[in-house]
């Protein structure tokens, strides 16, 4: 079953700028977490947020959770071409917080 | 550093071959999972382990199989590979949630590098 679903599919930015990417769901959570997809690799997992914050950040990264519309974003700011990667927003299963159901995810291509 | 390592990163097998994909984490972790990933659909779960000789259906079992004899290894089986498996294969691990953290939190997952899998 698939939960998230991330807004854009696809989004190209230059160098400098912010990236917003945006991740929807479908069923109460306890847990939404951010993973980075380098090409043709593994997923690296960026930054996790529980349902009772609303904001959290990590060095350039800042995700919001808003439990009400079952949506979260996550924010890069200064953008560099490193990020160019895939992002995937997962949440877990209502009772059992073991299990992860990733999204479609967002690919974003930072020109330098 | 966690690390989850994969047996190939790149596997080409026909129709009908018995295929193992093989995954080893060095950080003791309870939790192991198999994933696929296919362009538009994202990552979906076929099966995932809590503990040595125990395993869970994900959402797509059908055509898989798996193994879990010591807990640092979870093996993925296609006893028949057809060309419709043809995709990415990603394993990941991750501590499980009772392990000292509160009621209904979660841990993150580490993930191998992939192994694509062709089936002619």
């Known amino acids: 079953s698939q939960q998230g679903e991330e807004d854009p599919q696809a989004l190209s930015i230059q160098e400098g700028e912010n990236a917003t990417m945006n991740c929807s769901y479908k069923t109460s959570i306890n847990n939404l977490q951010w993973y980075r997809q380098n090409s043709g690799r593994g997923l690296v997992h960026l930054i996790l947020?529980?349902?009772?914050?609303r904001e959290k950040h990590s060095g350039r990264l800042r995700v919001t959770l808003d439990t009400s519309k079952k949506s979260s974003s996550l924010l890069i700011t200064a953008s560099r071409a490193a990020d160019t990667a895939s992002y995937f927003c997962?949440?877990?299963?209502?009772?059992?917080?073991?299990?992860?159901?990733f999204g479609t995810g967002t690919r974003l291509q930072v020109f330098p | 550093d966690v690390k989850v390592t994969q047996s190939s990163r790149y596997l080409v097998k026909r129709t009908g071959e018995k295929v193992f994909l093989e995954c080893v984490q060095d950080m003791d972790h309870e939790n192991m999972f198999w994933y696929r990933q296919d362009p538009g659909l994202g990552l979906r779960l076929i099966y995932f382990s809590y503990d040595v000789k125990m395993k869970e259906k994900g959402d797509i079992p059908e055509g898989y199989s798996v193994s879990r004899e010591k807990k640092e290894r979870f093996s993925l089986i296609l006893e028949s590979a057809s060309t419709n498996q043809t995709s990415m294969y990603l394993c990941?691990?991750?501590?499980?949630?009772?392990?000292?953290?509160?009621?209904?939190?979660?841990?993150?997952?580490?993930f191998g590098p992939g192994t694509r899998l062709t089936v002619t």
């Open positions: 947020i529980r349902s009772n914050e």
């Open positions: 997962a949440t877990d299963e209502t009772y059992n917080t073991d299990k992860l159901i």
């Open positions: 990941a691990s991750s501590l499980v949630t009772w392990r000292g953290l509160p009621r209904l939190s979660s841990y993150e997952q580490y």
